[in-house]
């Protein structure tokens, strides 16, 4: 049988698929470097829209380091801006019109969201910038969890499906919600009866998982390595195709005899309207932070897959996105 793909899956097959007002001021190309004289762009800010501690938080504050670590951006500010699983900073970005010195940290999450939660606010009025990470989504439960392995926690979940609450750091439509549906599609439960909790991000799931709210999580692996190593939380499969370097010993949905794969990915957007000149910038700082051993460092020691396009090739990417997941919401009568 062919190997079940969710539509999401950034492999070949889906790559053709982000506070304070600055008073809608561009970048203001006397202050600070420009990127183009050799001096480190400043002003830089960069919207997290859901709670510290998560995915969106852990792969901004990663970047903004990189970016000053490498001497390419300095004073970058980081803040976050959570609600309605990404859609309030959504709407923020796109009030900012040609604010230049803004972005956005997203990801899928906030495509799906912008669905669920009727936004006024969508990805396709946003400057797409760079699409830089993708991640493969992990099934985890606490250290005293009675599910010792994936295939013990599916029998138990298709004896009782409603009684097995799943936790996901997104909203209905985010990674973290596809992925529990379409994994109890393949071992044959009917994705409505799914008792999902929704959690406004890794950091919000991360106690839930811990204190025993629900019986599992689904989320990108990279939410949980801390704790992993900590021992607080078993990781019982991860949903990549091949196995993950820095779960050396944890098998994939696949190895497990369950013919699902799941990718996850996160990338930035500015404000619309924001000039080319500003566009530039940011477009250069990135691909500076990218092409950098700091950043290299960082996706080796967080086990994250490069991705990195920038500009329209990330726009277009948006746009399928966009569309596969208002499909699969509507497959789900979510949308």
């Known amino acids: 049988m062919a190997t079940r793909r969710n539509v999401l899956v950034m492999g070949v097959a889906a790559a053709t698929a982000l506070a304070l007002a600055a008073c809608g001021a561009t970048a203001d190309k006397n202050e600070g470097g420009s990127g183009n004289d050799g001096k480190p762009v400043s002003g830089l800010r960069i919207m997290v829209p859901n709670t510290p501690g998560g995915g969106y938080d852990t792969t901004a504050r990663t970047a903004a380091k990189v970016m000053e670590d490498a001497k390419i951006a300095t004073g970058v500010q980081v803040f976050n801006l959570p609600g309605a699983g990404g859609t309030v900073g959504l709407q923020r970005t796109v009030n900012e019109k040609g604010n230049g010195k803004l972005a956005m940290q997203m990801g899928l999450g906030v495509v799906g969201a912008s669905y669920t939660s009727k936004s006024a606010a969508t990805l396709t ?30 029998a138990a979940w298709k004896a009782n499906p409603k009684g097995i609450a799943v936790g996901g750091g997104s909203s209905p439509g985010g990674p973290d919600h596809l992925l529990p549906m379409q994994l109890a599609k393949t071992v044959g439960i009917d994705p409505k009866q799914v008792n999902f909790v929704s959690y406004d991000g890794g950091g919000e799931l991360l106690p839930a998982v811990l204190g025993g709210k629900v019986a599992f999580g689904a989320s990108g692996f990279g939410e949980f390595l801390d704790q992993v190593e900590a021992g607080q939380i078993r990781v019982l499969a991860v949903t990549s195709e091949a196995p993950i370097d820095a779960l050396k010993d ?3 949905l696949k190895s497990a005899g369950i013919d699902l794969v799941f990718t996850n990915w996160r990338g930035i957007v500015a404000p619309p309207g924001i000039s080319d000149a500003d566009k530039k910038v940011w477009i250069d700082v990135l691909t500076k932070m990218h092409d950098s051993e700091e950043w290299k460092a960082e996706l080796k020691k967080r086990g994250w897959t490069d991705a990195f396009v920038t500009g329209d090739e990330f726009g277009t990417f948006l746009t399928e996105q966009d569309k596969a997941v208002a499909d699969v919401l509507k497959q789900l009568g979510l949308a």
């Open 125 to 154: 009025q946003t400057t797409p910038l760079a699409k830089m990470i993708e991640e493969a989504g992990a099934i985890v439960v606490p250290k005293n969890s009675p599910y010792k392995t994936i295939n013990d926690l599916v």
């Open 250 to 252: 944890v098998p994939t």
